[in-house]
């Protein structure tokens, strides 16, 4: 087998692609300038060797492939080096796509929302039928303990991102997969750095639907009016739609206002009903796409719903992490408004009026590029009161977004200074929830620490 180094190892599609290449036997090494659980803890369990930083000495030359992920640009110290070595260099989707997709019926999740946790449910699915499927997921599945594995099975699922695929490749990740079934779950405004507009991600996912086959299938979000129209730049393959109307092929009947426990109906008959961990409404949908997506493979239903009530979901969705003088904390990867409403209205239903306090650090690139800044205040209406980690890169004006907060909220410039005004808002009873797409300096463990001194 070769020696592969994968530059930005520690992303989760990446550390996903590390682990796979592990798992079948290639000798596996990395570097990355931002390593933090729980990647970085999945790849140290993977005995895989870890390069802080990139530099022009990181890839050794008896190096057989270099897998680069779309974090790095030209210019990279080690990206520059790799290209004038004429080292053979490939990036990480296309890697899957050749090394571990043929001879296999893919399932693609894709969508600005619910990806990860779609595609965890997804696998959970499949697994409970016992048809040890493999699986790519963009975080740490608490069930398997990783994001990643070869499978034994026919089916892979794989977390089908829209964002561009690396420097020398600008397509989508997810036109590499050429799914068997792929889910549409949403779409909206995102990436703000590589696409200028809706329609722009629009051609992106018709180029996915492009590449279904007739025999397979699409489950697409059936509420979602942008995915309506990207059906309507051409189709040609079976779809079924997913929603709360019963008009829909797969409709949701809420038995719970917090979304722990639902009904199943496909085409009009009662299929199941669902009781579950998971809360709000965003996760009925998520959980009815990848129950559709199942049948369309011949999973047969009855068999596995009951199997979700032990279903535990993924590492920062709304991860409980502990509880401390009466205040329970939470680490959630919830980075965009519509994602940040769902998952406090999800909360809000379990809770009651208990007070919830947020602690955000806008780190996405369209968060820091201010694409969703006049989003962001109304999609908070859920939380009693806010802090913003505002650092200094941030493009945007803070106290517009603050001044708009319904209730209170404050900005202070780093983690420590975070920390303290948590200490000083919260009181027994609250729920802290710390939202990030990044490792927030370790923040929410860092408060929870603070809880629990005497």
């Known amino acids: 087998m070769s020696t592969i180094h994968i530059l930005g190892i520690a992303g989760t599609f990446m550390g996903g692609v590390a682990a796979l290449a592990r798992e079948k036997g290639h000798t596996v090494r990395g570097s990355d300038q931002a390593i933090y659980p729980p990647m970085s803890t999945q790849l140290e369990r993977l005995g895989i060797a870890l390069d802080p930083g990139y530099r022009a000495d990181s890839v050794a030359p008896d190096c057989d492939e270099v897998v680069i992920g779309n974090a ?31 001879g296999r019926d893919t399932l693609a999740v894709a969508g600005t929302h ?71 779950n949403n779409l909206e405004y995102d990436h703000a750095d590589i696409f200028p507009d809706v329609a722009a991600i629009q051609r992106q996912f018709h180029h996915l639907i492009r590449t279904v086959p007739a025999r397979g299938r699409l489950i697409v979000n059936g509420e979602d009016a942008y995915l309506a129209e990207v059906l309507a730049m051409g189709c040609w393959t079976p779809v079924e739609r997913f929603g709360f109307d019963p008009s829909l092929e797969w409709h949701a009947e809420l038995v719970e206002a917090d979304g722990s426990a639902f009904v199943v109906h496909h085409r009009g008959a009662r299929v199941g009903e669902v009781r579950w ?60 408004p519509t994602a940040i409403s769902t998952t406090l ?37 859920g939380a009693d009161a806010v802090v913003f980690l505002h650092r200094p890169e941030l493009a945007w004006d803070a106290a517009a977004v603050i001044a708009a907060v319904r209730g209170e909220a404050h900005a202070v410039a780093d983690t420590d200074a975070l920390l303290a005004q948590l200490g000083a808002i919260a009181a027994p009873g609250d729920h802290v929830v710390f939202m990030s797409n990044g490792g927030f300096d370790g923040a929410p463990r860092r408060f929870l620490a603070q809880l629990q001194q005497p």
């Open 114 to 184: 619910g990806k990860t946790t779609t595609t965890t449910i997804l696998t959970w699915l499949l697994h409970s039928a016992g048809r040890e499927p493999g699986f790519l997921i963009g975080g740490v599945a608490e069930d398997f303990g990783v994001s990643a594995r070869v499978g034994s099975g026919r089916e892979f699922v794989v977390e089908a991102d829209e964002y561009d695929t690396a420097f020398f490749d600008k397509r989508s990740k997810f036109v590499h997969y050429r799914p068997l079934v792929a889910i549409l």
């Open 277 to 336: 961990s998971l809360l709000g409404r965003h996760n009925v949908l998520n959980g009815l796409a990848a129950l559709a997506a199942a049948h369309a493979v011949g999973v047969e239903l009855a068999t596995v719903i009951p199997a979700l009530a032990a279903f535990r979901s993924v590492k920062r969705r709304l991860e409980v992490i502990g509880q401390a003088r009466d205040i329970t904390v939470y680490d959630d990867f919830a980075h965009h």
């Open 345 to 381: 209205d999800g909360l809000r239903a379990k809770v009651g009026d208990a007070r919830i306090v947020v602690a955000m650090e806008p780190r996405s690139n369209s968060m820091r590029l201010g694409a969703h800044a006049q989003a962001l205040a109304p999609s908070l209406d």
């Open 72 to 102: 790095l640009s030209r210019g990279n110290p080690a990206v520059e080096a790799v290209l004038d070595a004429g080292q053979r260099y490939i990036s990480g989707a296309q890697w899957l796509s050749e090394q571990v997709l043929p």
